[in-house]
């Protein structure tokens, strides 16, 4: 199918372009931007006046609910939750039942969803066998069966030693690892520590848990010079110990959340369980930081967390009910009501979601490595048009995904995607 986006600002934040322009699209890829050659015949013309044409936004951390987790979310369901938040690009985590530690797991989840022709799904391996921190996956095969990096996901690595073999292999190899950086023992509570958490007698998890993590993780970086991915950094003493192993030379890139840039723990409010929420909601000062370090490039990329959760998990007394939020549909919103509140240039909030994790996927992408996250001539055509006037409720009832939990929920939120394409198809229109 050929398609024309007329008359929308076209931005793309890796290239800094900037300006109102047409898209032409002509078999999947992007053939125009700006002069439309007379012999280019669309099939559809989308109206864009008035608003953004960006990039398809690259989400690094979208859990499907498929395989084992069905009665959380579905992938259809989520898939079309992410379509319908402008996400053309998503990573799985691999804590799903069964794990994705068997080449044939992955094959299965890629095949069904291609088939719903929805958003790009490139599963994260498992690190270890059933993420039970013991024995190393195969790799290599895993990588050949379409994973693009290796992650313990929520669970800890009790072995340091593993941990330390795990990022010889990778490095060797050139593979990538996903950590999210908690301490085992001290990561156990289910808020931050804190006075709130102490008024509340709610076990506490001190910013400790990630700092141990974030030193050990450091020290084996240097020893095998592995690349690592850092998931949800959440304090302010995590974003400095990440800025001093980036000038230090690490081959290291991180992620942050949509819940820790927006909140903070008092936003708990009287134990409302849909702020329970892993990595736990810090204090005002970490809020601050973590958004600092993202309008600086310290932070290459905001994640929506996307953990659909059902009803039953959520109904439960705070510390007992289990943490996670539906968030994909909420990204593209999330990013740009940052950069309105904070006065970040559009393009370097774009880039947190477009091309920043495209450059975390890095070599991962193979031969779409230059076009995902990017709105470039010759590339594929993942991209999406929002209206950055829409106003909008984040209504649970009216969101697409399974999972009905936020704590953004009656939140009043600016701008909205229009549509989406991936691949040179429609894939979502509002």
């Not at 319908?84 to 094959?107: R, S």
């Not at 800025?243 to 927006?262: E, F, P, Y």
């Not at 998990?313 to 990204?331: D, H, I, R, S, Y």
């Amino acid at each position: 199918m050929n398609l024309l986006i007329q008359g929308g600002r076209v931005i793309d934040p890796a290239s800094g372009y900037d300006q109102l322009a047409d898209v032409a699209v002509r078999q999947g890829v992007v053939s125009a931007v700006g002069a439309i050659g007379t012999d280019f015949k669309p099939d559809r013309v989308l109206d864009a006046a008035g608003c953004l044409v960006v990039p398809g936004l690259v989400d690094l951390a979208v859990r499907l609910g498929e395989p084992g987790h069905e009665h959380e979310g579905m992938l259809a369901s989520e898939l079309a939750a992410a379509v319908a938040g402008g996400v053309t690009t998503l990573a799985c985590p691999p804590d799903t039942d069964p794990v994705l530690d068997e080449p044939g797991l992955v094959e299965m989840l890629r095949y069904r969803a291609e088939k719903l022709h929805l958003s790009r799904v490139l599963p994260i391996g498992a690190l270890t066998r059933g993420l039970a921190g013991e024995t190393l996956t195969e790799m290599l095969e895993l990588t050949d069966s379409g994973c693009v990096a290796f992650s313990q996901a929520e669970v800890p690595l009790a072995n340091t030693q593993v941990l330390q073999r795990a990022l010889q292999y990778a490095s060797t190899f050139g593979y990538a690892v996903w950590l999210r950086p908690q301490e085992l023992h001290l990561g156990k509570g289910v808020a931050a520590s804190g006075a709130l958490a102490t008024r509340m007698g709610l076990s506490g998890v001190p910013v400790a848990a990630e700092t141990i993590a974030l030193h050990t993780i450091f020290d084996l970086m240097h020893a095998t010079g592995a690349r690592v991915h850092v998931c949800r950094l959440s304090s302010a003493a995590g974003v400095a110990l990440v800025r001093q192993a980036k000038a230090d030379g690490l081959k290291l890139s991180c992620d942050v959340s949509i819940n820790s840039l927006h909140l903070i723990d008092n936003d708990i409010g009287y134990f409302d369980s849909r702020a329970r929420l892993n990595p736990p909601l810090r204090q005002q000062r970490d809020r601050d930081a973590l958004r600092a370090a993202l309008a600086d490039g310290t932070i290459d990329a905001l994640v929506s967390d996307h953990t659909p959760v059902d009803e039953d998990a959520k109904a439960l007394p705070f510390a007992e009910a289990q943490p996670g939020a539906t968030g994909v549909e909420l990204l593209l919103s999330l990013v740009l009501k940052w950069s309105q509140q904070d006065g970040v240039d559009i393009k370097r909030a774009l880039a947190t979601v477009t091309s920043g994790p495209a450059s975390v996927l890095g070599a991962a992408l193979g031969s779409s490595r230059g076009s995902v996250g990017h709105l470039t001539v010759g590339g594929a055509a993942d991209l999406c048009i929002v209206d950055p006037h829409a106003q909008w409720v984040a209504a649970p009832q009216d969101l697409r995904s399974q999972g009905k939990h936020t704590p953004f929920s009656s939140y009043e939120l600016a701008a909205r995607a229009r549509c989406t394409v991936v691949g040179g198809q429609v894939a979502f229109h509002a």
